[in-house]
């Protein structure tokens, strides 16, 4: 492991085959969760042990956009598009002299980003696809929730959190070691959405949708049901939208 620039601290994960999507472990499937299939990811990579905080945004952009700031900086930042994202990766990527893996244009609520690298290829920061984010998630096993059976030992949802996030690895974190991978707030992945992407992904190094109208959210928020906190639950939304629910999560390709 080791501190980013922005102060977040990465963790490796090492490049594996694992199934994904709708596998023996879930319930409540979607049908977007079908067919369970094995990904292969070939490079290893790290990815930030919790999400993205108020702090850690703040001190690379300037000021924090989250609708929960009295949380403090140490609640994941929130109210985040896509496109603000991915310039914050791209600002880590400048802070650490490496290859920026989009282009953006604008600022704050007004930025607007597209992929400029091939993900896997990119040398500097980026959201995780989704293999790569399951995988992590997933970490080898194959329970209902990142880490656990038991959805209150990892996750900040709908029945605990009180209607608000909360401070990050404030639960138990997964066998990788990485916290609210389940609840606290969504995660903005890669990748465009697509429900049939699992009947056609390729089984190595997949990366989504060659196209669409919005991009894929992982793991669930502080306001979600536990069904909508599993680690195979997909979500979508266009990349320009906020919500005081979605934030982020960074990931690099192992050098």
């Keep these: 492991e080791y501190t980013a620039a922005h102060g977040g601290t990465m963790i490796k994960i090492a490049a594996h085959t694992f199934e994904m999507g709708c596998t023996a472990g879930m319930s409540d499937c979607e049908p977007d969760e079908s067919p369970a299939h094995f990904a292969t990811l070939t490079n290893d990579f790290y990815i930030g042990q919790t999400e993205v905080t108020q702090g850690e945004y703040e001190a690379m952009m300037g000021s924090s956009p989250s609708s929960f700031g009295s949380c403090g900086s140490d609640c994941p930042v929130e109210n985040v598009s896509w496109y603000m994202s991915a310039a914050f990766a791209n600002a880590v990527s400048d802070s650490e002299g490496l290859e920026q893996c989009y282009t953006c244009t604008g600022s704050g609520g007004s930025t607007s980003c597209s992929i400029a690298v091939e993900p896997y290829s990119c040398a500097g920061y980026r959201l995780p696809t989704e293999a790569e984010w399951e995988a992590a998630a997933r970490c080898g096993e194959d329970t209902l929730y990142a880490g656990s059976t038991v959805i209150g030992d990892v996750a900040w949802y709908s029945s605990n959190s009180g209607s608000t996030p909360h401070t990050v690895a404030t639960k138990a974190s997964n066998a990788c070691g990485l916290y609210d991978m389940s609840g606290n707030v969504r995660e903005w992945s890669q990748d465009w959405s697509s429900s049939s992407y699992y009947s056609s992904s390729p089984g190595t190094d997949p990366f989504g949708a060659t196209s669409g109208a ?31 629910d979605s934030g982020l999560r960074l990931l690099r390709t192992s050098p």
Aim: glycine residues 10%.
């Design 214 to 244: 919005r991009r894929v959210h992982r793991g669930g928020s502080w306001g979600s049901s536990p069904a909508d906190v599993r680690v195979a639950f997909r979500n979508r939304y266009n990349p320009p939208y906020r919500f005081d």
